[in-house]
């Protein structure tokens, strides 16, 4: 019987670990659900990762294949030039055969009808500046007989033909011609002067005429003008820009102008 028991109490022990096993057990168990949930963890972030770079990717290749657009934002209107209107600062428009003409007015200019005058001063002597655009049809020869002095035939079409029957003109000295952009287009500059010493009253009806146009003739508001012409084609349309002033004239007041030219975009 002795015998019997001692094997069953061995057939025991080998069956039933020691408790100090089962807690070893259990503990390990534990780590290896504990290390599977953190793998899961980690793949899910990493996954979470790769979408978040992947949708990144595709925004940047999206907006890198989508074509440039070059449309300015919506905004409000350019208002147009009025006549005698006092105008805000800001960009204005008019239109003249065709074109539509904008440039940026300062402060303390007012609409013409073919332009823009100065506020305060007006076009007139001593002091008076004036921006205007005209479509120059014929010149006259003498400016001060301009009454019989159409040219005849007609001037040609072309801005160099103007230009030279301007800078021919009798009794109306001109400047160098010059080469410069309005907007991109090639214009000739020309300085033109109306005599200091002129007596108006000998001339026909007491002006001075320069040219004719659609948009009426120029005729001169005083001895000692000074005409900037900016002459140019424009899609067509031979285009006469007059910066007009007086020896009189402030710095400042000329240097708005010359700053309104340079704005000048054509539409």
Not at 78 to 97: E, K, V
Request: aromatic share 6%; net charge neutral; hydrophobic share 35%.
């Amino acid at each position: 019987m002795a015998d019997i028991r001692t094997r069953l109490r061995q057939a025991h022990d080998d069956v039933i670990p020691p408790p100090n096993v089962m807690g070893s057990l259990m503990h390990r168990r534990e780590r290896l659900a504990r290390r599977r949930k953190d793998r899961r963890r980690k793949i899910g972030s990493f996954i979470v990762g790769l979408i978040v770079v992947a949708v990144g990717v595709g925004i940047v290749i999206h907006e890198m294949a989508r074509p440039a657009s070059n449309a300015l934002p919506d905004g409000d209107p350019i208002p147009f030039i009025l006549n005698d209107a006092r105008l805000a600062p800001g960009p204005h428009a008019m239109t003249l055969a065709g074109l539509q003409i904008t440039f940026t007015v300062p402060e303390g200019w007012r609409g013409s009808s073919r332009g823009v005058v100065d506020s305060e001063r007006g076009q007139d002597p001593p002091s008076g500046a004036a921006l205007s655009f005209w479509t120059v049809a014929n010149v006259y020869t003498d400016p001060c007989r301009w009454s019989s002095s159409l040219a005849r035939p007609p001037v040609g079409p072309s801005v160099n033909e103007l230009v030279a029957a301007l800078a021919t003109q009798h009794r109306h000295p001109s400047g160098e011609r010059i080469k410069v952009d309005v907007d991109g287009h090639s214009s000739t500059e020309l300085r033109m002067t109306v005599p200091d010493n002129l007596d108006m009253t000998t001339c026909s009806n007491s002006e001075f005429h320069s040219w004719t146009s659609p948009e009426g003739d120029r005729y001169h508001q005083g001895p000692g003008q000074i005409d900037q012409l900016f002459i140019l084609n424009v899609d067509g349309v031979r285009l006469v820009i007059d910066a007009s002033f007086f020896p009189d004239t402030s710095h400042k007041v000329r240097s708005t102008l010359f700053e309104m030219v340079r704005s000048i975009h054509f539409v």
